[in-house]
């Protein structure tokens, strides 16, 4: 366990199939306190290729919870969630994106792929190529 989350809180329930799916998951306002001890919300959108356990969504919702009382920069917090999720259900990829609302009159979105080669991806999923996403 970290000093910024419990990854013990991720269930699991097991992969139904061995075919091959994707999953996408939306969360539309994970909280937290900003660097500043001030409340900050964010979208949290994460796409996952299980293997053999997928994501137990009521898990989920309560490890994001841990945040709320928690001061923790927007690229620290990406960091956790990327890492916990990849710790406890190991995918075959795992993609996290956060939009952050606006502070200050400024958005931020981070995004984190596992199939990245800076993230010991083999970059073998192109959807990511030449999109110019909406926010």
């Known amino acids: ?15 139904p199939t061995a075919a091959g799916y994707e999953v996408k998951i939306k969360s ?7 660097v500043k ?49 990849m710790s406890v259900y190991s995918p075959d990829r795992l993609r996290v994106v956060m939009v952050f609302n606006p502070r200050g009159g400024i958005s931020s979105k981070l995004t984190i792929d596992s199939d990245w080669t800076t993230r010991g991806g083999e970059e073998k999923y192109k959807d990511w190529v030449g999109l110019s996403e909406e926010w």
């Open 37 to 85: 001890d001030q409340p900050d919300f964010a979208d949290l959108f994460i796409t996952v290729y299980p293997r053999e356990r997928v994501v137990e969504l009521k898990s989920l919702k309560i490890y994001l919870q841990q945040f709320r009382n928690k001061i923790i920069s927007y690229e620290r917090l990406v960091n956790v969630i990327y890492e916990d999720l």
């Open 1 to 15: 366990m970290s000093n910024w989350s419990d990854p013990s809180i991720l269930k699991s329930i097991t992969n």
């Open 28 to 34: 539309p306002e994970v909280t937290f306190l900003g």
